[in-house]
């Protein structure tokens, strides 16, 4: 069997909808007391007169210098070595989840490897690591943590402001629960990734590759825009 089902557009079909309402509407008033009618007048009259009535706003709370406390919280923390590394430990009321970032100092690199620096904190996280391929890694990624990333950044000394450091910080969040597992997923990315996966880093470059290119062409639609209307309000 064949069926062939053809829609043709109703040129009038806003009207009559318009004129529908319009009946519906004329045989409600018609339906209407008098004294409905007035209590439909009133209500018209009080709403206009609420809508245009000035709030005061004395009857609104207000944050005053008072509510403000006048010593920061202290976040308290604990510092402790594992395995010749220094953990530091806050604590907070996060509903449960475990926040843990790994912060290394990274040595001096050469020109060409300071520029491999952004495509390393891309790709690290997204490959496989150890005997684990990255299918394998992503799916105890989503298994015991919310995710997990890597980004270098500069910071400065905190008694010198003309020194600076350069990290490299691995971040992830997990349900307590998890913490030990996503741990564990968090060392092994950090010394056992595999950059043998050829393929995978091929395929991550053309996606970093595409992603900046529609952002070179959406930048460049914004500058045209703003132009043209400069140029038009000139």
Request: proline share 2%; aromatic share 4%.
């Amino acid at each position: 069997h064949k069926v062939r089902l053809s829609l043709v557009p109703d040129q009038n079909l806003s009207q009559r909808r318009k004129q529908a309402e319009q009946d519906r509407l004329a045989n409600i008033k018609q339906a209407l007391s008098d004294q409905e009618k007035q209590a439909i007048v009133n209500q018209a009259n009080d709403l206009k007169i609420r809508q245009e009535k000035v709030d005061d706003v004395d009857l609104l709370p207000k944050v005053t210098l008072s509510d403000v406390p006048k010593k920061e919280n202290d976040v308290g923390s604990t510092k402790s070595d594992v395995n010749g590394q220094e953990l530091t430990e806050f604590e907070a009321g996060t509903n449960g989840l475990i926040y843990q970032q790994a912060v290394f100092e990274m040595p001096a690199l050469s020109e060409d490897q300071t520029r491999l620096v952004p495509l390393y904190s891309s790709v690290v996280t997204e490959l496989g690591a150890g005997e684990e391929t990255y299918l394998d890694m992503q799916r105890k990624q989503t298994e015991v943590s919310g995710g997990l990333s890597a980004y270098a950044s500069i910071r400065g000394s905190v008694t010198d402001k003309q020194k600076t450091r350069n990290l490299i910080t691995f971040s992830s969040k997990a349900l307590n629960r998890n913490h030990a597992d996503m741990s564990a997923l968090m060392k092994k990315t950090i010394s056992e990734a595999r950059f043998d996966e050829h393929d995978r880093l091929k395929e991550l470059v053309a996606q970093i590759k595409n992603s900046n290119e529609q952002g070179e062409t959406l930048r460049s639609y914004i500058v045209d825009g703003v132009t043209s209307s400069i140029k038009s309000r000139a």
